[in-house]
């Protein structure tokens, strides 16, 4: 059968031409890349205190410094749902216990400021 999508035919997604290679090894070797004439425009408007330009700048370089983060999916054991546990009738030895235990991963315990729930001591 002819005509139609083929699996794995055509250009891979990313693929650079021949032309293109070359041309961003030449200016790499020259110290011109775009990369490095944002970098240079954005210390220009850093030096002159000009921060919304400079940012804006960041903006479009960030991609070429900083590995975009992959989202995750999160799940329990075996892919499951991930389990949770209802302490509402847990006894207030119980909780002690608990917070002996976890206490310490969430901070001193000495302020309220890694306490996000609104459920803090007052």
Not at 70 to 84: D, E, K, L
Request: proline share 4%; aromatic share 2%; hydrophobic share 30%.
């Amino acid at each position: 059968m002819r005509g139609g999508k083929r699996e794995g035919s055509g250009r891979p997604k990313g693929a650079r031409t021949v032309r293109t290679t070359k041309v961003a090894e030449r200016e790499h070797k020259n110290g011109i890349t775009p990369l490095e004439v944002m970098l240079k425009a954005m210390r220009a408007h850093v030096d002159k205190n000009d921060l919304d330009a400079a940012a804006s700048i960041a903006k479009d370089a960030a991609p070429y410094m900083h590995a975009k983060l992959a989202s995750v999916q999160h799940t329990g054991r075996g892919g499951g749902p991930i389990q949770t546990v209802d302490l509402t009738n847990a006894s207030e030895e119980q909780l002690n216990a608990l917070e002996a235990v976890f206490g310490p991963l969430a901070g001193s315990g000495d302020d309220d400021e890694g306490d996000t729930s609104g459920e803090g001591e007052t």
